[in-house]
């Protein structure tokens, strides 16, 4: 059926539907749900984002830069939308009927859509390397004078802060359903971009509530000792997904022709997710 579909044809972007601020919520109840209908899968996942966290912390630790800690732990902000898409393919099992397996959802990850899923992350890098030039161009600012006082302090922090919300906002408008939109429908890095951009700018009250939780759920997850974080990404991993079938109408975009969302959801989860708007 997709070689059979005109692209030109097709859209420059997929629709959006219209969120309640409070639909985040319902995308965490429905991504427990997943986390307890796979908790091994999942758990594999998480201890695996948890055990590269705490190796990054414990090697700014010994080598005593904490700048090093940051740009890190900054660049999982531009990397973690990667990390999750085999969370995506385990709950596209699951919404199938199918039994989620491992192994083929590191499949559906990481080989089936490896050539879509490197130029996004291409894109995420180059964001990444101007996030960087940026800060260290920001530490410039930094106040040395020995009478510095504390307002001095406070503009250098919050000017800092501003810079990196700023490409953290970029980052997050371009990856919050783009990934779950190549992992669901044959479509190009940059149409799932421009798709996910445009629901966050047209849902901007939801997404700043989900991007509330996430940072909260993260913060929880690192604050102990980053073993929340082995249940933490997962359940987030599982939410985003359920979030881009709530927000994003991919109808008018082909199947794959092979894999695990070649084959329709059952039709009690699409009449759930419709029922829910």
Not at 69 to 77: E, K, P, R, T, W
Not at 146 to 162: N, R
């Amino acid at each position: 059926m997709a070689t059979e579909i005109d692209r030109d044809e097709m859209p420059f972007a997929a629709p959006c539907r219209t969120l309640s601020p409070l639909a985040p919520f319902r995308w965490l109840g429905r991504g427990f749900q997943d986390l307890v209908a796979a908790p091994t899968q999942s758990l594999v996942y998480g201890g695996a984002v948890a055990l590269l966290t705490g190796v990054v912390t414990l090697l700014a630790w010994f080598q005593g830069s904490q700048w090093f800690l940051f740009a890190m732990l900054g660049g999982y902000v531009f990397m973690a939308p990667l990390c999750c898409t085999g969370l995506y393919a385990l709950s596209a099992q699951l919404e199938r009927g199918q039994p989620p397996l491992l192994l083929r959802s590191l499949r559906a990850a990481f080989l089936r859509h490896f050539g879509n899923e490197m130029v996004f992350a291409l894109a995420l890098l180059v964001v990444f390397l101007v996030w960087a030039r940026a800060a260290i161009m920001v530490t410039v600012f930094f106040p040395t004078d020995a009478d510095a006082t504390l307002s001095d302090y406070v503009a250098f922090y919050a000017f800092g802060t501003a810079v990196g919300a700023i490409f953290a906002s970029i980052t997050f408008s371009a990856s919050a359903f783009s990934l779950p939109m190549i992992m669901h429908r044959n479509v190009d890095s940059i149409t799932a971009i421009v798709t996910s951009v445009n629901a966050v700018l047209r849902n901007l009250p939801a997404m700043i509530v989900w991007l509330s939780l996430v940072v909260v759920l993260l913060v929880i997850g690192i604050a102990t000792a980053f073993m929340g974080l082995i249940v933490i990404v997962p359940l987030i991993g599982f939410a985003a997904w359920h979030g881009y079938l709530d927000t994003i109408n991919a109808d008018d975009f082909p199947r794959h022709a092979e894999g695990i969302t070649s084959t329709p959801r059952e039709p009690d989860q699409d009449s759930s997710i419709v029922s829910a708007q």
